[in-house]
């Protein structure tokens, strides 16, 4: 059974940070690439991050660059988004996506509030 498991969202004053973890199972989280997706009320889901299978190649939203980085543990099946510098407007329900092909799964979700 694949599963993407989200944590480490919370409530943040402007200006902070969190630190998003994805966990993985049920597939090899290896060769797959990862991304994390954002959606706020009203709004829809938009890329935040990626990063290939190696972790060579990343790329970013232009909202989030020089604020946010992705980054994963192949050994630990883990997938990150650091995230600094927070805003009101990155407040969202945060998704973790894993692609390979046609294989496309998603997690739950955590929710980022940045509100004072």
């Known amino acids: 059974q694949v599963l993407l498991v989200e944590s480490g969202g919370g409530l943040v004053q402007p200006g902070g940070s969190l630190r998003l973890s994805c966990a993985a199972s049920?597939?090899?989280?290896?060769?797959?690439?990862m991304s994390w997706y954002r959606q706020a009320p009203g709004k829809e889901r938009e890329l935040v991050a990626g990063i290939s299978s190696t972790g060579g190649s990343t790329n970013y939203a232009d909202s989030v660059k020089g604020r946010f980085t992705i980054s994963r543990d192949n050994a630990k099946n883990l997938v990150y988004l650091q995230m600094n510098s927070l805003e009101p407007e990155d407040t969202a329900m945060y998704y973790c996506?894993?692609?390979?092909?046609?294989?496309?799964?998603w997690g739950q979700g955590t929710q980022v509030t940045v509100s004072s």
């Open positions: 996506r894993a692609r390979r092909g046609r294989e496309d799964y």
């Open positions: 049920g597939f090899i989280f290896s060769v797959y690439g």
